[in-house]
């Protein structure tokens, strides 16, 4: 016993020790994103039609001044100075910016989204505050960035980037100022330098056109936004990569574009997307197409629905004819023999969800707190880009055939639901895994951004195109395993943002580009 | 013939309880031990509801909550491998629900722990105790369904230290303990979660180390045994829930909770029951919790 007793002990003690040491070891490893030189540095990129620009000229960037000019020599001067020697800080924003400016862009704006996607909490008169742009930190704050809202924030985002690069490779190439590198070799670079020509900035073009975009959809994020800018800029001179002229010229085009952007922001209908006094008539017309029993709010207390007429929004790659062409047919009505069967499928799954149909709708969920399933695609997006070593203009290209695919998803789903104004699993007793999103249930919006977002990057990345598919397939299928969804919704809504992504396709495809 | 076994075992096992005569079910929070070769079960069911919880500071109630009841069986064995060594083992089954709202309960076999416990300082009614802790993942539940989840999927070590004194002639006690708990990262199903204001793309999530301080008093008798308790469960450090989000396992979870204990064993049977009620607390719920169960203590033949 004494014997047993020590083995015990001893065992005991030192299993102790290693499960400790492990669970001490709190470091995470996060994917590490660095720079690259271009696979292809696009020099025709200027050509490339723009989404709302009118011409690669419409904002004009001033010649520069020749390299051979004292006022060049000068801030190749002070360039020599930012670079020589830098702090731990200034490598570390180096090699962060480094990754590629529409790289880090779009992160920031996912994080945002994650950070502004909360539903406003309920008052103490049971009613649900509306946030308010002009008091964006108050509670709730502004935005509530749900999926409609992310979708439509990252689209602008990367339509202003491609905008404002195009026409920053046009001036590029028309101007042909060389890197500061290549004019004085003594220059210490910090990252690798293509051939690119340096004026204007891509990097600033990016910057100020992002930090447009961003603070109009996240207002109450100015000095964050206004501090990532400057520290971008300068990591642009810590790197040796820029003269000031080049970030100079790159901030008021990729401002101007941005601008011109935010044109078609304000007038393209979001402004009324919560009107909620069109909801009555809403259901009213749905009951007319036949759907006998319509959604209802599961909150409490009764949350008016989400964005009800997100679907009058403007359109990208399609007009509003299409939109009512492409709609999808109208569902199971409930108390049919196929609605049913839709039903026991997921009465089956509330009763005895695996642990794998668990692992899968959580993998997918993308709920409250995250930045959506558009902000998944676009990072599955970014990610393949940045593994292609696609040029910043390419990058753009490929975010902006995306980010208007995935808003034009939006709005042909929010349209779709809103016409059919069909109920949830949940207004028939079942539970959720990952909790009730707050509007109609047919289509899916998992399954229709998915689709969308599968289709076209399988048409940037063809030799990734099966596994694009299969994760939408698996996206789609995660809302039935999570119980918010019937098979219907799901099956329907794969084939609507698949219809959807063709028509990103297309334009890609015409875009002059020849990808 | 294994079934014919372990009833060989029962058997023995209840023969030699019945004659067992020292009667100590002890928990992981006392100076009780059982003497050497004697093994004390309890099995003990939990029942712990809130209505209220704290969000951040905010204190509040959830309409699509309603009350949140968690509830579970746990076995609990502890073996007297000598008189001043100890070892407890735990395995809870846990399941969880609300009366209001769509979130689907969860259930499943939590964490296996463990607690070698030593009495080092042993002067006349006083001692001082040493306990270390192990707490490893059985079941394979999800970690971030909060508040559903049944647990937290963490590997724990513990180190705990525990003084007690205890009045030779009445029985009454008093007996303080702290321990800190080393808490493992754990992995979610998700890759790309937020905490701490910003968006982490991994699945691997860090859990905040944690610390406990108790103080009890009561009295122990051969056959029963009554005490009040307080006790402070806290993080280290972690985040706070954000403004009508729901809670994630790096929030800094505290409370603060009061009670009394109670055991009745007059015989290898006995029974004994908890009750607990959160008075002060940060990212939980202020719970009232409820414990009843059986204990069954025999001895083990040398072989």
Redesign the interface.
Not at chain 1, 301 to 325: C, E, S
Not at chain 1, 369 to 376: D, E, L, Q, R, V
């Given at each position: 016993m004494k014997k047993f007793s020590n083995i015990l002990k001893y065992s005991g003690l030192a299993f102790a020790m290693i499960v400790g040491m492990a669970a001490c070891d709190k470091t995470l490893e996060e994917p590490q994103r660095v720079g690259y030189s271009p696979a292809n540095v696009d020099d025709k990129a200027g050509t490339w039609k723009t989404y709302l620009l009118t011409s690669a000229e419409e904002i004009n960037v001033p010649a520069p001044t020749s390299v051979t000019s004292p006022e060049y020599v000068a801030e190749l001067a002070a360039l020599k100075g930012l670079s020589n020697t830098l702090t731990k800080e200034q490598q570390e924003a180096v090699v962060y910016w480094g990754a590629g400016a529409v790289y880090r862009w779009n992160e920031i704006a996912r994080e945002l989204a994650a950070r502004y996607n909360i539903p406003p909490a309920s008052n103490a008169d049971g009613k649900y505050p509306v946030p308010d742009a002009a008091n964006p930190l108050a509670d709730p704050k502004f935005p509530f960035a749900n999926p409609p809202y992310t979708a439509r924030a990252l689209a602008y985002l990367s339509v202003a980037q491609y905008d404002a690069l195009v026409s920053a490779w046009n001036y590029k190439y028309k101007y042909k100022r060389a890197a500061p590198s290549k004019v004085d070799a003594t220059l210490r670079v910090a990252l690798p330098v293509s051939a690119l020509p340096s004026y204007p900035s891509e990097d600033a073009v990016v910057a100020a056109a992002s930090v447009t975009i961003l603070k109009a959809m996240f207002p109450g994020e100015v000095p964050y936004l206004e501090a990532k800018m400057k520290e971008h800029l300068e990591a642009r001179q810590w790197a040796g990569m820029n003269v000031q002229s080049d970030l100079t010229a790159g901030t008021a085009l990729g401002g101007a574009v941005a601008a011109k952007v935010m044109g078609r922001a304000r007038t393209d209908g979001m402004s009324a997307a919560n009107n909620q006094a069109l909801t009555a008539g809403m259901i009213e017309a749905a009951k007319s197409r036949g759907i006998k029993e319509t959604w209802l709010s599961q909150e409490v207390p009764i949350r008016p629905p989400m964005l009800p007429n997100y679907g009058a929004v403007q359109t990208w790659n399609f007009d509003k004819a299409t939109l009512a062409q492409i709609r999808p047919a109208i569902p199971y009505v409930v108390g049919s023999a196929e609605w049913q069967k839709d039903f026991d499928e997921l009465s089956k799954i509330n009763k005895n969800q695996t642990r794998e149909q668990a692992r899968i709708a959580n993998y997918w969920a993308d709920g409250a707190g995250s930045y959506t399933p558009p902000g998944h695609w676009h990072r599955a997006a970014a990610n393949a880009a940045h593994e292609a070593r696609f040029s910043e203009v390419r990058m753009a290209r490929t975010l902006a055939l995306l980010g208007t695919a995935e808003m034009d998803a939006g709005i042909a789903c929010w349209e779709a639901k809103f016409y059919y104004y069909t109920p949830r699993p949940q207004q028939f007793g079942l539970k959720t895994s990952v909790g009730l999103p707050n509007f109609p249930s047919y289509t899916s919006g998992h399954s229709t951004f998915s689709a969308a977002a599968a289709t076209v990057l399988g048409y940037i990345f063809p030799e990734q195109a099966e596994k694009f598919k299969a994760q939408a397939d698996e996206a789609s299928v995660s809302r039935i395993y999570g119980l918010i969804h019937y098979r219907v919704d799901c099956e329907m809504g794969l084939k609507h943002g698949n219809i959807i992504g063709n028509y990103a396709i297309a334009r890609g495809k015409a875009d002059g580009s020849g990808l | 013939m294994k079934k014919r076994t372990l009833l060989n075992v029962l058997l023995a096992a209840t023969l030699s309880a019945l004659w067992s005569g020292e009667l100590r079910a002890q928990m992981p929070n006392d100076a009780i031990y059982m003497p050497?070769?004697t093994v004390c079960i309890g099995t003990m069911y939990t029942h712990s509801s809130w209505n209220q919880y704290w969000e951040n500071t905010l204190k509040r109630e959830n309409?699509?909550i309603g009350t949140h009841t968690t509830q579970s069986i746990m076995v609990m064995p502890a073996i007297g491998?000598?008189d001043r060594?100890n070892?407890i083992l735990s395995l809870p089954y846990v399941w969880t629900k609300t009366s209001?709202?769509?979130?689907?309960?969860q259930k499943g076999i939590q964490d296996l722990g463990?607690w070698?416990k030593v009495k080092a300082v042993d002067v006349k009614g006083f001692s001082i105790n040493g306990l270390?802790g192990?707490s490893?993942p059985l079941g394979?539940y999800?970690p971030?369904?909060l508040p559903m989840s049944i647990g937290l999927q963490?590997?724990?070590?513990s180190g705990r230290i525990l003084a007690n004194y205890t009045h030779p002639k009445t029985g009454i006690y008093v007996t303080a303990h702290g321990t800190y708990m080393?808490?493992?990262?754990i992995n979610?199903?998700?890759?790309?979660?937020?905490a701490d204001?910003?968006?982490?793309?991994?699945n691997?999530?860090?859990v905040p180390n944690a610390y406990d301080m108790g103080a009890r008093i009561g009295i122990l008798k051969q056959k029963w045994q009554t005490e009040i308790w307080a006790e402070r469960n806290s993080c280290v450090n972690g985040d706070n829930i954000?403004?009508?989000?729901?809670p994630?396992p790096t929030n800094n979870m505290q409370a603060t909770m009061v009670g009394w204990y109670g055991k009745f064993q007059p015989k290898a049977l006995g029974v004994n029951a908890r009750v607990g009620y959160v008075t002060n607390g940060l990212n939980m719920g202020q719970s009232t919790s409820y414990m009843v169960g059986v204990l069954y203590q025999f001895g083990v033949k040398?072989s």
């Amino acid at each position: 016993m004494k014997k047993f007793s020590n083995i015990l002990k001893y065992s005991g003690l030192a299993f102790a020790m290693i499960v400790g040491m492990a669970a001490c070891d709190k470091t995470l490893e996060e994917p590490q994103r660095v720079g690259y030189s271009p696979a292809n540095v696009d020099d025709k990129a200027g050509t490339w039609k723009t989404y709302l620009l009118t011409s690669a000229e419409e904002i004009n960037v001033p010649a520069p001044t020749s390299v051979t000019s004292p006022e060049y020599v000068a801030e190749l001067a002070a360039l020599k100075g930012l670079s020589n020697t830098l702090t731990k800080e200034q490598q570390e924003a180096v090699v962060y910016w480094g990754a590629g400016a529409v790289y880090r862009w779009n992160e920031i704006a996912r994080e945002l989204a994650a950070r502004y996607n909360i539903p406003p909490a309920s008052n103490a008169d049971g009613k649900y505050p509306v946030p308010d742009a002009a008091n964006p930190l108050a509670d709730p704050k502004f935005p509530f960035a749900n999926p409609p809202y992310t979708a439509r924030a990252l689209a602008y985002l990367s339509v202003a980037q491609y905008d404002a690069l195009v026409s920053a490779w046009n001036y590029k190439y028309k101007y042909k100022r060389a890197a500061p590198s290549k004019v004085d070799a003594t220059l210490r670079v910090a990252l690798p330098v293509s051939a690119l020509p340096s004026y204007p900035s891509e990097d600033a073009v990016v910057a100020a056109a992002s930090v447009t975009i961003l603070k109009a959809m996240f207002p109450g994020e100015v000095p964050y936004l206004e501090a990532k800018m400057k520290e971008h800029l300068e990591a642009r001179q810590w790197a040796g990569m820029n003269v000031q002229s080049d970030l100079t010229a790159g901030t008021a085009l990729g401002g101007a574009v941005a601008a011109k952007v935010m044109g078609r922001a304000r007038t393209d209908g979001m402004s009324a997307a919560n009107n909620q006094a069109l909801t009555a008539g809403m259901i009213e017309a749905a009951k007319s197409r036949g759907i006998k029993e319509t959604w209802l709010s599961q909150e409490v207390p009764i949350r008016p629905p989400m964005l009800p007429n997100y679907g009058a929004v403007q359109t990208w790659n399609f007009d509003k004819a299409t939109l009512a062409q492409i709609r999808p047919a109208i569902p199971y009505v409930v108390g049919s023999a196929e609605w049913q069967k839709d039903f026991d499928e997921l009465s089956k799954i509330n009763k005895n969800q695996t642990r794998e149909q668990a692992r899968i709708a959580n993998y997918w969920a993308d709920g409250a707190g995250s930045y959506t399933p558009p902000g998944h695609w676009h990072r599955a997006a970014a990610n393949a880009a940045h593994e292609a070593r696609f040029s910043e203009v390419r990058m753009a290209r490929t975010l902006a055939l995306l980010g208007t695919a995935e808003m034009d998803a939006g709005i042909a789903c929010w349209e779709a639901k809103f016409y059919y104004y069909t109920p949830r699993p949940q207004q028939f007793g079942l539970k959720t895994s990952v909790g009730l999103p707050n509007f109609p249930s047919y289509t899916s919006g998992h399954s229709t951004f998915s689709a969308a977002a599968a289709t076209v990057l399988g048409y940037i990345f063809p030799e990734q195109a099966e596994k694009f598919k299969a994760q939408a397939d698996e996206a789609s299928v995660s809302r039935i395993y999570g119980l918010i969804h019937y098979r219907v919704d799901c099956e329907m809504g794969l084939k609507h943002g698949n219809i959807i992504g063709n028509y990103a396709i297309a334009r890609g495809k015409a875009d002059g580009s020849g990808l | 013939m294994k079934k014919r076994t372990l009833l060989n075992v029962l058997l023995a096992a209840t023969l030699s309880a019945l004659w067992s005569g020292e009667l100590r079910a002890q928990m992981p929070n006392d100076a009780i031990y059982m003497p050497k070769g004697t093994v004390c079960i309890g099995t003990m069911y939990t029942h712990s509801s809130w209505n209220q919880y704290w969000e951040n500071t905010l204190k509040r109630e959830n309409l699509n909550i309603g009350t949140h009841t968690t509830q579970s069986i746990m076995v609990m064995p502890a073996i007297g491998i000598t008189d001043r060594l100890n070892v407890i083992l735990s395995l809870p089954y846990v399941w969880t629900k609300t009366s209001a709202g769509n979130l689907m309960g969860q259930k499943g076999i939590q964490d296996l722990g463990a607690w070698l416990k030593v009495k080092a300082v042993d002067v006349k009614g006083f001692s001082i105790n040493g306990l270390a802790g192990l707490s490893i993942p059985l079941g394979n539940y999800v970690p971030d369904f909060l508040p559903m989840s049944i647990g937290l999927q963490c590997r724990v070590v513990s180190g705990r230290i525990l003084a007690n004194y205890t009045h030779p002639k009445t029985g009454i006690y008093v007996t303080a303990h702290g321990t800190y708990m080393w808490r493992s990262n754990i992995n979610i199903d998700r890759d790309a979660y937020q905490a701490d204001d910003r968006v982490y793309n991994t699945n691997e999530v860090k859990v905040p180390n944690a610390y406990d301080m108790g103080a009890r008093i009561g009295i122990l008798k051969q056959k029963w045994q009554t005490e009040i308790w307080a006790e402070r469960n806290s993080c280290v450090n972690g985040d706070n829930i954000r403004r009508n989000d729901m809670p994630f396992p790096t929030n800094n979870m505290q409370a603060t909770m009061v009670g009394w204990y109670g055991k009745f064993q007059p015989k290898a049977l006995g029974v004994n029951a908890r009750v607990g009620y959160v008075t002060n607390g940060l990212n939980m719920g202020q719970s009232t919790s409820y414990m009843v169960g059986v204990l069954y203590q025999f001895g083990v033949k040398k072989s």
